[in-house]
Structures are given as C-alpha cells and as structure tokens.
C-alpha cells in the first residue's frame, strides 16, 4: 500500500511491448505521477499516442533528471540496460530494470555496484514472481503443504517474439524459470547441466534443456524454446504431500494429492497408477502481475527513500538476485558450449 505523501515522480524509458505496458500501469497506479518518458523515437508522431495525454516524450534519458524523478522503469533492450540504469542510479534515482538484469554477468555486477548509493533500489522486473499462480503456489508450499520438495519442473514454450535480437532464449525466456525456481524453493542453483541448439538461423540459442541441481537438494528440470506452434508456460513442483501445477497463462494452480484409495480395477491402474488422490483446483484472487509489480518497487521506493529501511521483504526483485540469475543463465550456456555439468558457487 502506498503511504501518504506526494506521489512519486515516475520515469519510463523505452516504449516497446513492455514499455507500453509500464506506462499504462505507472499512470494509474496510486501514489505515483507518471512525469516524463524516453524513447529513441520520441520524434515519431506516432509515438506520442503510446503515452497517456500530457505526458512528454524526450530522446534523451538527461530528460528525466531535469524533470526530478524520483524512480524509473526501464524497458530497453538487455544489451543497453546498464547504460541506463547506471547514470540513473548514480543520479540517485531509483530503478526498476527489465529482466534479466543485463546480458552479461560483469554488467550486472556494475549496475549492482550502482545501486549501493544509499537511499535508491534497483529492482529487475522478473514479473513471473506477481503471477497470482505462482505466488499461490509460493505460499502454499512455504506453510508446508507438499512438505520436502523434491522437484521443480517448467515448461516455457512458443513461437519467436520478434522483438528479441540481442540475448537469446537461455536469457530471454530462462531466466524467468532460474528465478522462480529459487524463489520458490528459497535454494540456489549449485550446478547446472544442459544442451542448446540453434534451429532457426539466428544468431542465439533458440531452445534449451537444463537439469539444475539446488542448495536443498531439489532437483529443477527447464524446457524453454522459441520453435513451438504451441505457447505454453507451466510450473509444476513436486514434494512429499502431491504435486502443484502452476499455469501462468491462466493464473491456474491445481493440487494433485498423493494416491489415498486403491484402484481395483486392474486396466485403470496401468495409467492411474494403484491408487489416486483428489484433485483440486483452487480459487484465489487475481491482480495483473505487472500492477502487483510496480506496486512493490513503489513501496520499495518509499521505505528506503522516505523511512531509511531495508527493502520489504518480497517487494523487488534486487538487483542481487538479478545478478544471480544472470550467473545461473550463464553457466547454463557454458554447460552447452562446454559439454559439461556446470558447478556454481
């Protein structure tokens, strides 16, 4: 909930898929006065209908700090996100980056070294974390319900966005399922094992298998691609008590419950296996993640900034975890390239 004040000046650079988005929830959203955007094309007319009336687009990202902002979204491509981000942060501006964090490790290092001035956060938009689905799922397995976990399945598929050139599906789509997965397990990745391949002509991988390896001894497996007619994006995680499935497209999350009444019926046990449990569907509120998102940064933002606390727990995404991702997303590349189990530290 935002705290009482004046609103918070808002920022926006880039004015792409996510862009567009940002700048219709950031105008919206309490608490916070979109002020000022920035785009390479800010001299297209076209572009001024992207923005809501009376807000100014400028070519220049010195725009925003003549306007006093007090915190920036920043929606470009991975490869420029630290030539934003570092100037704003310095500035003492506050940052929320699009995932993933950069599309180097080293360059998510100096952002994260940026974002040590005091009084800023950095945040990394890894949006999957507000999917009403997930964070369900979050809750329910951190009170205990599936008990030990055992495993962390994902499968994010489907045709290429052609807005992606600069990373490729390891950092662009992955890194969404490194993130959740040690999210939810509250583990790191230790070691990583995978293959890639380039199917499609470009210049990045365009399909990945990982096996991964975390700090609890859960076991994650990551199916992601941009070849697939078909777009799907599931999280399945499997522990003592059953298994949860997590539908992020629908906001869906089901509960298959351990086997507790014998299947008699010979045939049936073949596939059913010799028992089943009840199967549930459950009902839960379902905010858009990206409104869930800002949101956090804003209270973020007006805990450090205005109290002098910490970060609340689970507002952001930080830039310390970003960078992890990164490293993770990194190592699963290596892996690939190397032919080889990946250890991480």
């Keep these: ?10 920022g926006l650079v880039g004015l792409g898929v996510m862009g567009r988005h940002h700048a219709r929830v950031l105008n919206s959203l309490e608490g916070v006065e ?5 785009d390479a094309a ?16 400028h070519a220049e990202v010195a725009a925003l700090l003549a306007a006093r902002v007090d915190l920036v979204v920043v929606a470009v491509p991975t490869a420029l996100h630290e030539d934003v981000a570092v100037p704003l ?21 100096r952002i994260l070294a940026a974002a040590q001035r005091p009084g ?38 489907g045709p290429f966005p052609a807005r992606i050139g600069d990373v490729g599906v390891v950092k662009d789509l992955g890194t969404h399922d490194i993130d959740l997965t040690a999210w939810i397990t509250g583990a ?23 096996v991964g390896a975390l700090a609890d001894g859960t076991i994650a497996n990551h199916v992601v691609n941009w070849l697939s007619p078909v777009k799907e994006r599931v999280t399945v ?26 299947v008699s019926w010979e045939a049936l046990a073949g596939f059913r296996g010799v028992s089943e449990g009840d199967v549930t569907r459950f009902a839960f509120p379902k905010p858009e993640p990206l409104r869930t998102e800002l949101a956090g940064f804003r209270d973020a933002v007006r805990a450090v900034r205005d109290e002098g606390a910490p970060v609340p727990a ?26 080889r189990t990946v250890d991480l530290p």
């Design 1 to 10: 909930m935002s705290r009482p004040g004046r609103p918070l000046r808002a």
């Design 34 to 38: 979109l002020v000022a955007v920035v």
């Design 42 to 57: 800010a001299t297209d007319p076209q572009v001024a209908q992207l923005v809501p009336a009376g807000v100014p687009v």
């Design 89 to 109: 942060l310095e500035a003492g501006v506050s940052v929320l980056v699009e995932k993933p964090l950069a599309h180097t490790a080293e360059s998510a290092r």
């Design 120 to 157: 800023v956060v950095a945040a990394v938009g890894h949006i999957e974390r507000c999917n009403p689905a997930l964070r369900e799922l979050r809750r329910r397995t951190a009170r205990g319900d599936l008990g030990a976990l055992h495993q962390v399945q994902t499968r994010r598929q």
């Design 188 to 210: 790191p990745y230790t070691a990583v094992s995978a293959r890639t391949a380039h199917r499609a002509g470009r210049a990045h991988e365009d399909l990945a298998v990982v």
């Design 237 to 262: 995680v499997t522990g003592e008590g059953g298994t949860l499935v997590a539908d992020t497209l629908t906001a869906d999350l089901t509960l298959h419950a351990n086997g507790s009444v014998p």
């Design 314 to 339: 689970d507002a952001v995404v930080t830039a310390a975890e970003g960078l992890r991702v990164v490293e993770v997303a990194e190592a699963v590349l290596r892996s690939a390239d190397e032919g």
